[in-house]
């Protein structure tokens, strides 16, 4: 079958190396034996990859946003995909912590409801070429014919209210990738990142289920038998090891960094990673500032506890800009965020490397991908939008991966665990 190479290669030893072979949800490996290793580039590398980005959040046109890009539009944008060679892009649709109650629960699945329809009209614009994965299958289809693709994810069980069935409706709209909670806990599951309930007055406790609620159970047998991936980003540790114990296919990360580079509750410590391993799951890095600094570093620390406490807000959560959102006065948080900026300063490419690395060292590179959190941060020099996805493929290389193993982590592995989440359903 012939195939739709993603670019025209300057040179008949790149040529030979971007062929296209029939679609497989395996990750191409080229034999290069007969390929002069100079013409080995990264970018011919990065030209025959399906390069994947497990994770973006969706920002509706029109709507102001801190998080876009300099040109004000979406760091994700189909004109950015191409430029950077990024094939496909998880766009999450998520909402943030609110009332639990009818009312709150209304507002956010509107809001849910407008994100999918933001989506879908992107899809819908041919001038975009894009189209709407479904399946594993469908993702590789796309990219043997040239096409982007988009693949929609749920963050945040708040969107359900407290209905496991409304999971069938999102199902049935496309929303292949699940993740249970953002900030705040929910009646599902437990939040890394518990914050402060306005209704009491206070600080939810670090956990309020222990994990997973039944509810939350529930729901992640039902992901399981509709064939939808399983995420752990931002759940708590106790119910990330439950959902690991509980799925019975395999689990992404899909933007979560390593805790003990980076000692910030959102991050995965060594007993998560290694049982992501086991599950045949996926990590996937995400080039955000913040969860990529080095938190060893006492003065560093000392000064953000210091911008903390002139801000009002609690230095016990060490993760540089957490519970910014509470500080009422625009000006104080405006100073407070700049301040901290200023302290991290610009993330860089070793930072990220840092983190695929010491995955791929402890579970191997079949479990590490990348996932941006692009629309909702980034701060890293050379990697702040999807049209730099090359440099990743440039650092990768310089660090001794090799074509196969960039090939999986920058999208193998994520089809290998898209195509095992339909065949556990299909299996019921």
Known sequence: MIQTCKYLLASAALLTLAACGPASTEPSNVDLANVDATAITAEAIHAHALVLDAHADIEIPGKESRYVGTDGL?????????????????????????????????????????????????????????????????????HADGKGALILGLQNARILGAEVSALDDFYAAGVRVFALTHMGHNDFADSSRPIYNSAVGAHEVEAEHGGLSELGRLAIQRINALGGIVDISQLSKAAALQVLALSTTPVIASHSNVWHLSNVSRNLTDEEIDLIGENGGVIHIAPFRGYLFDSSNKELDGLIRVARQEAGIEEDYYYPFELYWEIDDAAVQTKFLSTVSELLGPGSMDDVLNHIDYVAQRIGVDHVGIGTDFNHGSGITGFDDASEALNVTKGLLARGYSQQDIEKIWGGNFIRVFAAAAEGALSK
């Open 74 to 142: 979406s760091k994700v944008a189909p004109d950015k995909m191409r430029a950077g060679g990024v094939d496909a892009v998880v766009m999450s649709v998520a909402v943030g912590p609110g009332p639990r109650d009818a009312d709150g629960y209304a507002v956010a699945r509107a809001l849910a409801d407008e994100k999918l329809s933001a989506v879908k009209a992107l899809v819908a614009d041919p001038e975009n070429n894009l189209v709407l994965a479904r399946s594993a299958d469908e993702l590789v289809q796309a």
